[in-house]
Nanobody, 122 residues
Framework: QVQLEESGGGSVQIGDSLSLSCAFS????????MGWSRQYPGKEREFVAS????????YYGDSVKGRFTISRDNAKNTVYLQMNRLQPGDTATYYC???????????????WGQGTQVTVSS
């Protein structure tokens, strides 16, 4: 059973940076595509970014392109989301996701973490 545990959320100000981490356990990490999504209160989850098993292929949602970077360390079974130039619109609960395939904006991952809150204020 795959288990995902996010960390690194918090409260920051406009323009600040924040890095999220997601620790993967339960299966062989480098056989899984990984991703991040976020959810606003009362809304459906929104695709943020994904990365393939090797880290050689990445995808980003339009609203975060150029500001967020997804990466992974297969030796540490961890995926990261570096978030720069944060804006109030980035305020959401961020969820780590895993699937034994490449996660795309249109696909539903097989596994989710419990989420970590990011709040951006002026």
């Amino acid at each position: 059973q795959v288990q995902l545990e996010e960390s690194g959320g918090g409260s920051v100000q406009i323009g600040d940076s924040l890095s999220l981490s997601c620790a993967f356990s339960g299966r062989t990490f480098d056989r899984y595509g990984m991703g991040w999504s976020r959810q606003y209160p009362g809304k459906e989850r929104e695709f943020v970014a994904s990365i393939n098993w090797s880290g050689g292929t990445t995808y980003y949602g339009d609203s975060v392109k150029g500001r967020f970077t997804i990466s992974r360390d297969n030796a540490k079974n961890t995926v990261y989301l570096q978030m720069n130039r944060l804006q109030p619109g980035d305020t959401a609960t961020y969820y780590c996701a895993a699937a034994p395939w490449l996660i795309l904006p249109s696909t539903v991952p097989g596994y989710w973490g419990q989420g970590t809150q990011v709040t951006v204020s002026s």
